[in-house]
């Protein structure tokens, strides 16, 4: 199968082959994934007594992967075949799950963190792959529907997700649930056999690994747009790594409630952004990914303050559901600009570039989060949340001049 002509007329995003593989296996690791993660978030918080700092440790075990595996994967992932590359992530992520299972089972159970961890770090190679196969099969004017499309998943699981990984986690346990992840992962792998055979691009002479790592940082900086995004991403991520491991807080503290509810706050922002990725999707091409993108900051700032603010349970639901309608909003624009402005040969290595940079500040936030919650309370570490989240939101400001989007011209160094 060839890559998708230029100039040439699109088909339905609905009837193209590689979408529908790949959202039907992004599917199967949504769904093992929020099982996971609500069940290792409640086993912690049951073993350890709510301590701040192992449920700070659950979203580091899970981020830090991937801000120090982004610049490798990326870069391997241009190299690669993206259909082989994704079906043995997968495969390799289910076996090491299934491992990890053996040892929590006879022996610590600190070995939770470790079912995180290995998946984290193989997705730096999935991942970019996928976007790959995207640039190659979908045409320009459909990738921010296919973004959408998504964004549209996720926000179901927003929804689903909570509910799915307390009743498993309460009724089979945390052995069950562990077990759900491994299996999830083969039937992902299973589903991904049906793409089409990797296309043979033409190979010039091998570069060395170093080399080609370079060129991506050579190629980002190159272009006004993804160093842009650059600088949004170090102020979205620190602003997103500081609240992360907070919400539950929020739940117990601010609101008084038993950590269940938890539930309900993550339901309400998940319906929120199943909405909001339907609308975007109708409206996708009438609206220019910065404007989403600046739209969803700024909305940001102002619901993660009020978050931190509230303490009626009415109005926290309220605000996530609004914080989850205008999100997809920053997902979708940032997925687009970043397609849109990089060259097939170079959309592993703009991703191994930028996805650390929010990566990074994200698990540093996670990291200080726990320990600067006391002397800031709850509330102040929301207030320098949302003032990160305006920080980056005026970074956006520049991206409304460019008319058109530019591929980057960039002559690689032989």
């Known amino acids: 199968m ?4 230029a100039g040439k007329p699109a088909q339905s995003i609905f009837a193209n082959r590689i979408v529908l593989a790949i959202m039907s296996s992004s599917f199967l690791l949504q769904l093992g994934i929020w099982v996971r993660n609500f069940a290792i978030l409640l086993y912690v918080t049951d073993i350890t007594d709510n301590d701040p700092r192992y449920v700070a440790l659950i979203s580091v075990a899970e981020f830090t992967p991937i801000f120090i595996f ?3 994967g990326g870069t391997f992932a241009d190299r690669w075949k993206p259909k082989l590359t994704m079906v043995w992530c997968d495969f390799l992520s289910a076996i090491s799950i299934f491992v990890v299972l053996l040892t929590l089972i006879y022996g610590s159970w600190h070995a939770i963190f470790f079912a995180t961890l290995v998946s984290a770090i193989l997705s730096q ?12 099969h979908v045409s320009s004017e459909q990738l921010q529907s296919v973004m959408a499309m998504f964004q549209t998943m996720m926000a179901i699981f927003m929804v689903i997700g909570p509910i799915l990984g307390t009743f498993v986690y309460q009724k089979y346990g945390i052995y069950t649930s562990i077990a759900v992840m491994g299996i999830m992962f083969l039937l992902s792998a299973a589903v991904l056999l049906f793409l089409p055979r990797d296309i043979k691009e033409k190979k010039e002479e091998a570069n060395n690994f170093k080399k080609e790592l370079a060129d991506g940082f050579r190629y980002v900086l190159s272009n006004k747009v993804l160093k842009t995004m650059g600088g949004v991403f170090i102020a979205c ?3 997103v790594g500081l609240i992360q491991p907070l919400m539950i807080f929020i739940t117990m503290e601010n609101l008084g409630k038993t950590k269940d509810f938890l539930q309900w706050l993550l339901m309400a922002n998940g319906i929120g952004m199943l909405i909001g990725g339907g609308v975007i999707f109708a409206i996708s091409k009438k609206v220019s990914p910065q404007k989403l993108l600046a739209i969803g900051i700024f909305t940001g700032m102002i619901f993660t303050i009020g978050i931190g603010w509230s303490t009626s349970s009415v109005i926290t639901l309220i605000l996530q559901f609004l914080n989850g309608l205008f999100f997809p909003c920053i997902h979708i624009g940032i997925n687009t600009l970043i397609l849109k402005n990089s060259e097939e040969a170079f959309v592993g290595r703009v991703n191994g570039v930028l996805n650390p940079l929010f990566m990074g500040m994200m698990v540093i936030g996670m990291t200080v989060s726990g320990i600067i919650k006391e002397p800031m309370t709850l509330f102040g570490v929301y207030l320098l949340s949302g003032i ?9 400001a520049p991206l409304f001049k460019i008319k058109e989007y530019n591929q980057p011209i ?3 160094q032989e």
């Open 388 to 396: 990160l989240f305006l920080l980056g939101s005026l970074l956006v």
């Open 125 to 136: 190679f999935s991942m970019p792959s996928a976007m790959k196969l995207f640039k190659q």
């Open 70 to 72: 982004s610049f490798i």
């Open 237 to 239: 991520g620190l602003a």
């Open 2 to 5: 060839s890559s998708l002509p």
């Open 410 to 412: 960039m002559e690689v």
